[in-house]
């Protein structure tokens, strides 16, 4: 129930292709879902984050899809460039009191190839 | 500059040992939390703390420690009772009440 399964675990794109990674979750409460992007041996950064009363949301290259009913939400990069190569985490969270606690995928090494 | 620091970089542990990895922010973040990273894997929480001299237990919090004596130090203890020690940690702090999480640049422990 407290599960987030993210797909695929790794992703090689060209450059200036669109990179799409998928999240889906059981609990219908989580009712913030951010990723994160995470260069090796640096701390994650979040990228982009979106709220179930959302469809979509878009920050330059990166968008959120959200769709509720189906329980999923994606991460698309468009015009992938070999700089965005890195780890992608996807995260939900929900817990009361606003905890902040998140619960994460497990990750997707994308590499963009020139 | 605000942000989160973590100390060492790297650290290495003999068998039985203890050794504490240092977690400090200046961002006047009531909330802090400490995660290990293992290659492969997501995030899984160890500790977390949402006000000073006060924390709770995450997924994985057998074989470890923390105190929050101060509200910008969040420092946490791998004892030898973890077996399994050899990880990437990240600390990470919040605004309470906002979900938004910053990390630090991570400790990465290994054992000789």
């Known amino acids: 129930q407290q599960q987030v399964k993210q797909s695929p675990q790794s992703l090689i794109v060209q450059k200036g292709g669109i990179s799409i990674i998928n999240c889906a979750y059981e609990?219908?409460?989580?009712?913030?879902f951010p990723w994160y992007q995470q260069f090796p041996g640096k701390g994650p950064a979040l990228l982009i984050a979106?709220?179930?009363?959302?469809s979509e949301k878009k920050e330059g290259r990166f968008t959120i899809s959200f769709n509720k009913s189906a329980k999923q939400f994606s991460l698309h990069i468009m015009d992938s460039q070999p700089g965005d190569s890195a780890t992608y985490f996807c995260?939900?969270?929900?817990?009361?009191?606003?905890?902040?606690?998140?619960?994460f995928g497990q990750g997707t090494t994308l590499q963009v190839k020139p | 500059d605000g942000g989160i620091t973590q100390s060492p970089k790297y650290l290495f542990r003999k068998e039985g040992q203890n050794v504490t990895l240092s977690c400090e922010q200046n961002?006047?973040?009531?909330?802090m939390y400490w995660y290990r990273q293992d290659p492969g894997q997501g995030l899984r929480l160890i500790y977390y703390?949402?006000?000073?001299?006060?924390?709770q237990k995450g997924d994985i919090a057998e074989g470890y420690s923390v105190s929050r004596e101060k509200k910008e130090s969040f420092p946490l203890t791998v004892t030898s009772a973890q077996k399994n020690p050899t990880a990437f940690y990240l600390c990470?702090?919040?605004?309470?009440?906002?979900?938004?999480?910053?990390f630090g640049p991570g400790t990465r422990l290994l054992v000789l």
């Open positions: 990470a702090s919040s605004i309470l009440g906002v979900k938004t999480q910053y």
């Open positions: 609990n219908t409460a989580f009712d913030y």
């Open positions: 979106i709220r179930p009363d959302v």
């Open positions: 995260a939900a969270s929900n817990f009361p009191g606003n905890t902040g606690k998140l619960i």
């Open positions: 961002l006047n973040h009531d909330a």
């Open positions: 703390s949402q006000i000073v001299n006060d924390f």
